[in-house]
């Protein structure tokens, strides 16, 4: 009786092992850096002015928060809008990990207040910016990195 009973639990320690290598190997990725992707309609005749913002206040804040930690990377890109509907730039900043969007908001406050000197200056700011503007939506995605 004892035998057989370590036989059985034998058996399913091994199997139990075997069966976390197998879950190992069936990943065959890592988690990667967390990317916000937001989708921007520039509205008619605005571009140039768009695109002077993106060049002066938007840069400003996104260097300072890359000098402080905060963010990886960032950047924008031209798309071909295909319909009315369709965004003609796309804006994306590159976080390390989900956990680096915890307490953002409390991470971001200094760095705006520095740029725009208020959160009422911030929040002007966010309306003149839809006068050149409509922001279409935006997505969290993450990267999977191949093994």
């Known amino acids: 009786m004892r035998s057989a009973l370590r036989t059985i639990l ?3 320690l091994v199997g139990g092992f075997s069966g976390a290598t197998l879950a190992d190997e069936a ?3 890592t988690e ?4 916000n992707v ?3 309609k520039v509205k008619p005749g605005m571009f140039d002015a768009y695109m002077k913002y993106l060049a002066t206040t938007y840069k400003q804040q996104l260097e300072a928060q890359k000098e402080a930690g905060i963010v990886v990377d960032y950047a924008i890109y031209q798309a071909d809008a295909r319909n009315r509907r369709d965004p003609d730039l796309i804006l994306t900043t590159v976080y390390k990990n989900w ?4 307490g953002l908001s409390d991470k971001l406050e200094p ?8 959160q009422d200056k911030s929040n002007a700011a966010a309306i003149d910016r839809e006068s050149m503007r409509t922001l279409l939506g935006s997505e969290m995605i993450q990267q999977l990195v191949l093994k």
């Open 32 to 35: 990667g850096n967390v990317v």
């Open 10 to 12: 034998i058996t399913a």
């Open 99 to 102: 956990a680096a969007l915890d």
């Open 38 to 40: 937001s989708y921007i």
């Open 27 to 29: 990943q065959p990725y």
């Open 111 to 118: 760095i705006s207040n520095k740029t725009f000197g208020s």
